[in-house]
């Protein structure tokens, strides 16, 4: 599977941004997905993941309750919904997959990755 990611942007602090990220190739409900970012300077992290099917999630600590991670294998697209942002999650964000029915917080643990895409909020 192949994924692309998109949606960033610039907007200011409290608003929502919806990113995509869209897989082609094999059957998408077969894999696991995770999104993280990486700030100017500091390391790729976790901030959400989703099982294959949706029936699990769970998002890091710092977007808890203002991020969410739907996903629509009809559409091989899983989403992170982001709500009231703050300039600290200015950043690049990637999404990943798994081909396996759980997420992982960890990196490593995803071969697949998509090219990322910029988010930005301004104060």
């Known amino acids: 599977v192949q994924l692309q990611a998109s949606g960033g942007g610039l907007v200011q602090a409290g608003d929502s941004l919806r990113l995509s990220c869209a897989a082609s190739?094999?059957?998408?409900?077969?894999?696991?997905v995770g999104w993280f970012r990486q700030a100017p300077g500091k390391d790729r992290v976790f901030v959400a993941g989703i099982s294959d099917i949706g029936a699990s999630v769970h998002h890091a600590d710092s977007v808890r309750g203002r991020f969410f991670i739907p996903r629509d294998n009809s559409k091989n697209t899983v989403y992170l919904q982001m709500n009231s942002l703050k300039p600290a999650d200015t950043a690049v964000y990637y999404c990943?997959?798994?081909?396996?029915?759980?997420?992982?917080?960890?990196?490593?643990?995803?071969?697949?990755w998509g090219q990322g895409t910029l988010v930005t909020v301004s104060s």
């Open positions: 990943a997959a798994r081909r396996t029915p759980y997420y992982s917080i960890e990196l490593y643990e995803y071969d697949i």
């Open positions: 190739g094999r059957t998408f409900s077969n894999y696991a």
